[in-house]
């Protein structure tokens, strides 16, 4: 397994651009069965993730051309198997992201269960009701969801009880091809999904209220291939603003949106960054201050993002003063800690509440990664650390960051990845 060994050292300094949405680009991926004629999708990071999501299109015998720059075209017409085997969803839960169109399109579709995660227990109940409410029938079966519809999927009147990301793109997915009308309540309104419904509109679907809570879609018969470009990545955006502010330095990202990411902004300005931006860049400069410590509280969008959480952690942890973290939305987030802490941070636990007292500096020591973003809040605190950190298990970082070391190196940070 590859490991990043960081030198900690000075602030970070230099202008990046940042990649395409991880987190678009998987349901965009998956939409793309829903299309009858070629589609074509642009910025595209280079992740595994994305990878493994066209991995799983092509082993349903999907025709992928992908070209250098990362635009893929997609024919869905050769599909040829309605499963995402185990082999592929228990490297990515993301894979369920299929469940929708396929059903919609093929009326089959049979996903295996994505189990729980080191973040949390991460069910699909409300995936699987959403779809039942539009008429499949649906069994658990050898571990597989084997979905099944007689005939189109029909609109229906969907409130979801607890905001899924993941549940509001499934379903949406599912109702543009639905027959009638299908509003869907409570939804999320994560940037992520108004990229995926702006993808679905150009594709022909039908849909209102994109941005709000509520989703009102009425289903087409077929949907077309497009050219649609996949939005800036608001989490690989924010994770170099909290790496910069972390390390008291200056950093201009290019490529990305300010708009996207407001409550953490907000977060960072209350640190102490100046943040200045324009339409698609954002610059933040400490002025060499060390960053005071914030508060917050994470929650579906527009709130303070999840994927944000581990990365202030680790910037707290540094921080001036104390700072209460709160995490709402996965049970076992805050297990980043517990690597923070052998690093000579001072952080306690209470249910869900990270209690981050910042210390001057931490120490260089050998850590694990144990999910994507807790990876991130790892690397951010190598870089304020005395001496050589070990970061181990990598292969979590890949899974969202693109060209992380090269993009770290242009910040001035000495970093290299060492094959294990
Ligand atoms: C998406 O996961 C993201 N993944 C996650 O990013 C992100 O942390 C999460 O949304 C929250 O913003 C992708 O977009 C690929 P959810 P998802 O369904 O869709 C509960 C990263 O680091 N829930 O919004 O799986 C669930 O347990 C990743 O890039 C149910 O109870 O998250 C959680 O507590 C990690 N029943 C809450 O909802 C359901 O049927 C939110 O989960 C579905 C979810």
Redesign the pocket.
């Known amino acids: 397994m590859d490991k990043l060994i960081i030198k900690g050292g000075g602030p970070l300094s230099g202008e990046i651009r940042i990649s395409g949405s ?2 678009s680009a ?2 965009i991926l998956a939409a793309t069965i829903l299309a009858d004629s070629p589609i074509q999708i642009g910025n595209l990071p280079h992740l595994n ?1 994305v990878t493994t999501m066209l991995a799983l299109l092509r082993s349903m015998g999907l025709a992928i051309t992908l070209n250098e720059k990362m635009t893929v075209e997609i024919d869905a017409n050769t599909i040829k198997e309605y499963t995402a085997p185990y082999e592929l969803v228990k490297t990515m ?2 894979s ?2 299929v469940l929708g169109p396929m059903l919609a399109r093929y009326g089959e579709a049979n996903v295996s269960f994505p189990g729980g995660c080191a ?11 959403g779809l039942e409410a539009m008429g499949a029938i649906i069994e658990v079966d050898e571990g597989y969801i084997r979905a099944r519809s007689n005939g189109r999927l029909k609109g229906a009147s969907i409130f ?1 009880d ?8 499934n379903l949406l997915m599912a109702a543009v091809l639905a027959e009638g009308r299908t509003t869907l309540q409570n939804a ?1 309104r ?1 940037p ?1 999904i108004v990229d995926l419904a702006n993808c679905l509109v150009a594709m022909g679907a039908k849909i209102e209220g994109i941005g709000t809570d509520t989703l009102i879609v009425d289903g087409v018969e077929s949907l077309h291939g497009c050219h649609y470009k996949v939005m800036p990545d608001r ?1 690989e955006t924010g994770t170099f603003l909290a790496a910069a502010a972390a390390t008291r330095g200056r950093v201009k990202l290019k490529d990305t949106s300010p708009g996207l990411l407001e409550a953490v902004l907000v977060k960072l300005e209350e640190a102490g960054a100046v943040i200045t931006s324009g339409d698609d860049w954002i610059a933040l400069d400490m002025e060499g201050r060390r960053p005071k410590a914030v508060s917050l509280k994470t929650a ?2 527009p709130a303070f ?3 944000m959480q581990a990365q202030f952690t680790a910037m707290n942890a540094v921080a001036e003063g104390t700072g209460t973290v709160v995490e709402t ?3 076992n987030r805050l297990i980043q800690i517990h690597e923070l802490n052998r690093m000579g941070a001072k952080i306690t636990l209470e249910g869900n509440t990270a209690v981050v007292t910042g210390v001057e500096r931490l120490n260089a020591a050998p850590v694990m990664a144990t ?3 807790a990876s991130a809040s790892l690397v951010i605190a190598a870089l304020v650390a005395d001496g050589d950190t070990v970061v181990d298990r990598i292969y979590h970082i890949d ?2 960051y693109e060209c992380i070391e090269e993009k770290l190196q242009m910040l001035g940070v000495n970093i290299r990845r060492v094959p294990g």
């Open positions: 991880k987190n998987l349901p993730d839960r993301a369920i992201l973040i949390g227990s991460r069910p699909v109940d409300i995936h699987l009701r979801m607890t905001v899924t990301v993941g549940g509001t793109e999320a994560e992520e989490i579906p969008y993002p999840t994927d939305i996965f049970e999910d994507l973003r899974r969202g």
